[in-house]
Nanobody, 118 residues
């Protein structure tokens, strides 16, 4: 059974950097496109970034510049690095598996909570 488990969230200060991780299991990670979504409090989930099986990344317009998605196929792990974190980055970050870049996810992790304080 495919499973995604995120970690790395917590309370951070504005301006800090933060790295999130997602460990995949139950499927051949290296063959799949992956992504990250963000859900701010009281809002819908929005895509942040996608990465294909070859490691090529794409970003939502709002994420360009401060966010970096990457993957390590050797240990089935997806990463999201956030620089200069801002209060609006507060929310839950979800790791997802996708059929195609920018497609709707087929598998979701349980999410990891990030809270940014001033």
């Amino acid at each position: 059974q495919a499973r995604l488990v995120e970690s790395g969230g917590g309370l951070v200060q504005a301006g800090d950097s933060l790295s999130l991780s997602c460990v995949a299991s139950g499927f051949t990670f290296r063959q799949w496109n992956m992504g990250w979504y963000h859900q701010a409090p009281g809002k819908e989930r929005d895509a942040v970034a996608w990465i294909n099986a070859n490691g090529n990344a794409e970003y939502a317009d709002s994420a360009k510049g401060r966010f970096k998605i990457s993957r390590n196929n050797s240990n089935n792990t997806l990463f999201l690095h956030i620089d200069n974190i801002k209060p609006e980055d507060t929310g839950t970050y979800f790791c997802v598996r996708i059929e195609h870049i920018q497609a709707e996810p087929t598998i979701w992790g349980q999410g990891t909570q990030v809270t940014v304080s001033l």
